[in-house]
């Protein structure tokens, strides 16, 4: 059997925390002690050959922290850690760079130590030029590049060292649209030739695109552990404060004050929908109840498609309108629309919340409340996700 290419056990560290200078001079010539900030706690993750998983978690949840370890730039103060083959990180920018050398000298110190052999560093070095889209400014100091500029290095050199791992933290979000883009491609073949990776990222598109599974880091420890879909709903309920004792299993969750009673798809005609023709007029009806008086409230909906990539959304704060219900009141709110998704199968999810804050001010939150089917319209052939307003072709002599 394969051996998995990070398997990490009951990983912990903490860091000092001085109160002052004066503190840590003590300290050092221990006349006193520090109080120390646990940064992981046992922390257990196995990454075999060719899946890939998302690190998900806010700031200071401990995801840098667990990457540095994975790396090698910090020590666990206490676990297991193996690694099996070469593991290349794009981290912090500027890490591993010599800012006072060249971009084309730094290509062979930092892919030196990712591993590579001066003859390999060698063959590759124009590709990995040409990948940076840098040009003349490789032979400028890196002190002089811009934060995308030494994104743009680093993730070249990274990706061809060819290594066991590659893991990727927000350092691309950095980068151009369009070098983005280029990225995610090289990470997508990487990936397809058996590559494993290990993706940190707060685009849940992109970790339900390229990740296998997902773990959930809050407050250190792993919260989560499992579909990546499924990540990422606990995820949203974590940053709303929700215990995940009082949500269950359910995709469903909130303070229930105001509270989503029915929703359905209807035809211009009224009747409801589940298989609609792309280009179609179709209303979102939603049914919405209080137990007490709230206002300035915001309901708003996602189409999904079947791979739990985002299609479009809104909310009722966005459109200039706000909700407003008293005691015992039910109201229904209608988005009318025209559907111009492709063929295929899509889900709603619905949420009604603060019009100011969708995350710690849920009131109902249902994922996937609605599934629906799109019909290719036989007048209007397209390909993609959504169609757009072709007016007319038209076929003239250049002149």
């Not at 060698?122 to 590709?127: G, I, L, Q, R, V």
């Not at 849920?362 to 390909?383: C, G, H, K, M, T």
Request: proline share 3%.
């Amino acid at each position: 059997m394969t051996p998995p290419i990070i398997f990490a056990n009951k990983i912990s560290k903490s860091f000092a925390l001085p109160s002052s200078p004066l503190s840590l001079l003590c300290a050092i010539f221990g006349f006193t002690s520090m109080s120390r900030r646990k940064a992981l706690k046992n922390i257990s993750l196995t990454l075999n050959k060719g899946e890939s998983i998302a690190i998900i978690g806010q700031n200071g949840a401990g995801k840098s922290t667990l990457l540095k370890i994975l790396t090698g730039v910090l020590l666990p103060d206490s676990g297991e850690l193996k690694i099996e083959g070469t593991v290349a990180a794009l981290l912090e920018l500027g890490a591993g760079f010599d800012m006072r050398l060249t971009g084309r000298q730094n290509i062979y110190a930092n892919a030196t130590l990712l591993g590579m052999q001066k003859k390999e560093i060698y063959a590759k070095e124009s590709s990995i030029v040409e990948f940076s889209e840098l040009g003349v400014r490789i032979d400028d100091p890196v002190r002089t590049y811009s934060s995308g500029m030494i994104m743009r290095l680093g993730f070249a050199i990274a990706i061809h060292s060819s290594p066991a791992c590659f893991i990727v933290d927000e350092a691309l979000s950095v980068g151009d649209a369009s070098f983005q883009q280029k990225c995610l491609r090289a990470i997508d073949t990487y990936r397809k030739n058996g590559g494993s990776l290990l993706f940190v990222s707060h685009d849940f598109n992109m970790i339900q695109k390229f990740c296998d599974r997902a773990i959930v880091l809050a407050d250190g420890e792993v919260a989560f552990e499992g579909d990546t879909a499924q990540a990422v709903k606990f995820y949203i309920r974590h940053i709303s404060n929700m215990a995940y004792e009082e949500m269950g299993t359910s995709d469903r969750y909130g303070f229930s004050v105001a509270t989503i009673e029915k929703a359905e798809l209807l035809s211009s005609s009224g009747a409801p929908q589940k298989q609609i023709i792309s280009g179609s007029d179709i209303t979102l009806s939603v049914h919405i109840s209080a137990k007490e008086s709230v206002s300035s409230l915001s309901l708003g909906f996602l189409i999904k498609d079947r791979l739990g990539m985002d299609m479009y959304g809104t909310n009722t704060t966005e459109r200039g309108v706000e909700l407003n219900l008293q005691k015992d009141e039910v109201i229904v709110v209608r988005f009318s629309f025209k559907l111009t998704l492709g063929a295929g199968k899509y889900s709603i999810t619905l949420g009604l919340h603060d019009s100011n804050d969708y995350t710690q001010n849920v009131q109902d939150w249902l994922y996937d409340a609605l599934s629906f089917e799109v019909i290719a319209n036989p007048n209007d052939r397209f390909v993609g996700p959504a169609g757009q307003i072709l007016h007319s072709i038209t076929i003239g002599k250049a002149i």
